[in-house]
Nanobody
Framework: QVQLVESGGGLVQAGGSLRLSCAAS????????MGWYRQAPGKQRELVAT???????NYADSVKGRFTISRDNAKNTMYLQMNSLKPEDTAVYYC??????????????WGQGTQVTVSS
């Protein structure tokens, strides 16, 4: 079993910064890809950013230039540095990981979510 635990959410004023963390633990051989998604009230969950183990990144257009995704492979931990936050960034942010638990088994896992609220 694999667990993802997010931390770092909170309330911040527009223009401020927050750093989210996601720590993966359990039966992990490797994590080929990790990512952050968010879901605002009344909206569908959307991709924020993804990062492969080799370092390839992908960002939603709405966060490019403001958010930076990174990971510490040795610690199985991923981060999201969010700068210049806007009220429209308000959402529950979810950590996602594609985890190789055996040589032939890869599964998708989600964290419980962390609330980010940006006040205007």
């Amino acid at each position: 079993q694999v667990q993802l635990v997010e931390s770092g959410g909170g309330l911040v004023q527009a223009g401020g910064s927050l750093r989210l963390s996601c720590a993966a633990s359990g039966s992990i051989l490797s994590i080929p890809a990790m990512g952050w998604y968010r879901q605002a009230p009344g909206k569908q969950r959307e991709l924020v950013a993804t990062l492969t183990r080799s370092g390839t990144t992908n960002y939603a257009d709405s966060v490019k230039g403001r958010f930076t995704i990174s990971r510490d492979n040795a610690k199985n931990t991923m981060y999201l540095q969010m700068n210049s936050l806007k009220p429209e960034d308000t959402a529950v942010y979810y950590c996602n990981a594609q985890v190789l638990t055996t040589r032939v088994t890869i599964s998708d896992y989600w964290g419980q979510g962390t609330q980010v609220t940006v006040s205007s």
